[in-house]
């Protein structure tokens, strides 16, 4: 039997026990939720594959100059340092790199200039590796360029067109034949011929140029005219890029990662398609 205010004693205490069992379960069951690893969503990616379209720069990689591009002097090493470091011994224009709109021109964009935008853009590849094969001073014509329009469609706006010569691969096989260099001091290889590249400028939406050789021009060129029509215009152009015949001829984006360098006319890269 329940003495006075017994029954409400229990029913106070049956009450807090209650309220605190419950506040414990819930702050037990929030510890766990918030100590349990929740796993990491996968970052959306609107591309299958990464194909490098870089060359390893080395002090053998072929060079316009016939000198080598590039050549590292070691500052620091880590046996006595305890960090390694080089200094580097640059061209500017070797192994896989961009031309800027200022190498052709008294004034124009410099490296740093370039637009960020500009440098991730829809990528055009235009073989002509079979016309390559059998003339090593072949020209990429506008006939080539509507041929591939009538099979792909018409050139994404703001996109870089690439030439895909086959001689990427002739780069570390075969530097001789890369660079094409006979008894006279001519150079042989192939490249845009300047009427591509004005009606690239006037009739199409392009923001670069790109090529598997060491030059916009092809080797035999003593003028350079692709470069003067298109790099004046606020444009880039791209040399020695490596495995075209890796990326497909539309639907691909470039990313071309450029160093900011501070008034210089051109620059080694690292090239992407996302395919």
Not at 83 to 93: D, G, S
Not at 174 to 188: Q, S
């Amino acid at each position: 039997m329940c003495v006075a205010g017994c029954m409400e004693a229990v029913r106070a205490g049956m009450s807090r026990r209650g309220f605190f069992g419950r506040a414990g379960a819930a702050a037990a069951g929030f510890a766990a939720v918030a100590v349990a690893p929740v796993p990491a969503a996968a970052a959306p990616r609107s591309f299958e594959r990464v194909i490098d379209l870089t060359h390893t720069l080395t002090p053998e990689f072929p060079s316009f100059f016939g000198i080598p591009g590039i050549e590292l002097e070691p500052r620091a090493e880590f046996a006595k340092d305890g960090y390694n470091m080089y200094v580097w011994k640059l061209i500017e224009h070797s192994g896989t790199h961009l031309d800027t709109p200022i190498h052709f021109a008294e004034t124009g964009a410099s490296v740093e200039a370039i637009l960020a935008d500009t440098l991730v853009v829809p990528f055009a590849v235009v073989d002509v590796a079979d016309k390559a094969e059998n003339d090593a001073d072949y020209l990429l014509s506008r006939d080539d360029l509507v041929a591939w329009e009538g099979k792909h469609g018409r050139l994404p706006q703001g996109c870089c067109v690439a030439m895909h010569a086959g001689w990427g691969k002739l780069a570390l096989s075969d530097p001789a034949r890369f660079i094409g260099r006979d008894v006279d001091g001519t150079l042989h290889f192939p490249g845009f011929a300047p009427d591509a590249a004005t009606w690239l400028l006037k009739e199409r939406a392009v923001v670069g140029l790109a090529v598997d050789t060491l030059s916009l021009d092809h080797g035999p060129s003593t003028d350079f005219k692709t470069h003067k029509v298109w790099l004046p215009s606020g444009r880039w152009g791209l040399e020695n890029v490596a495995n075209l015949d890796q990326a497909p001829p539309v639907g691909a984006t470039l990313v071309v990662g450029l160093p900011k360098v501070k008034d210089a006319t051109g620059a080694p890269v690292r090239l992407f398609a996302l395919a």
